[in-house]
């Protein structure tokens, strides 16, 4: 069965700091794979995403995420956070192969920046 | 460009009885998805309407069940409401009933069960 794992749930930087933030899934196909961001009072809103091609993908405000096939992951990254960047943030990943896949969310990393 | 909206913003029911939750796509979409958000959790998929037929399920019961309309606005519809069911309702869209699609999020339902 697909899974999603975000193992970090709370993450607190000082601003100007680098984050990295874990995802791992498990399916053995090929996978489409999201970061979703959701600001305070806002709604879930899409930051990037891979669906095939160069692994390395960047998307909105600075934020990349590389995906490493033979380890099941799709970590979001950013080399400078800033205090708008304090948000929860969503992995997702939709397996491809099987007619009865739908997308599974992970439980969410809530990221914290000191100003 | 018309986001994605749903009705009502929050919504208290008791035990047992049936609540149906209401879903406007963005402009141009014409796939409706259906999450349930547990506090604490990411977003649970539901259901996905295209074409006015519900595509794809989650694992969730028949008590949850869902409609979309030739304008492709859906409704959720969950029956003998339980305590748990007590959660944010997320409706997301997208184009061409690809279930692993980029979705846009509404800013959800808040439904509390007593």
């Known amino acids: 069965a697909q899974s999603v794992s975000q193992h970090n749930h709370h993450v607190i930087l000082s601003e100007a700091a680098s984050l990295e933030l874990g995802c791992n899934y498990s399916?053995?196909?090929?996978?489409?794979l999201f970061w979703y961001v959701q600001y305070p009072g806002q709604h879930l809103q899409l930051l990037l995403k891979y669906f095939s091609g160069d692994p390395l993908v960047k998307g909105i405000k600075g934020f990349e995420a590389e995906f490493i096939k033979s380890k099941f992951s799709f970590n979001l990254r950013k080399p400078s956070v800033q205090w708008s960047d304090t948000a929860e943030y969503f992995c997702?990943?939709?397996?491809?192969?099987?007619?009865?896949?739908?997308?599974?969310f992970g439980s969410g990393t809530r990221l914290s920046i000191r100003p | 460009d018309a986001g994605v909206t749903q009705s009502p913003t929050h919504l208290i029911k008791t035990r047992g009885q049936q609540v149906t939750l209401r879903c406007s796509p963005k402009s141009g979409h014409d796939t409706v998805s259906w999450y349930q958000q547990a506090l604490g959790q990411g977003p649970q998929f539901i259901f996905q309407y295209y074409e006015e037929e519900e595509r794809q399920r989650g694992n969730f019961p028949d008590r949850f069940s869902g409609h979309q309309f030739p304008n492709y606005s859906s409704e959720l519809n969950v029956n003998a409401l339980l305590l748990g069911d007590s959660a944010l309702y997320l409706c997301?869209?997208?184009?061409?009933?690809?279930?692993?699609?980029?979705?846009?999020f509404g800013p959800g339902t808040r439904l509390t069960v007593l």
């Open positions: 997702a990943v939709f397996g491809q192969s099987s007619s009865a896949s739908k997308i599974i």
């Open positions: 399916y053995g196909g090929t996978v489409n």
């Open positions: 997301a869209s997208s184009l061409g009933g690809g279930v692993g699609d980029t979705q846009y």
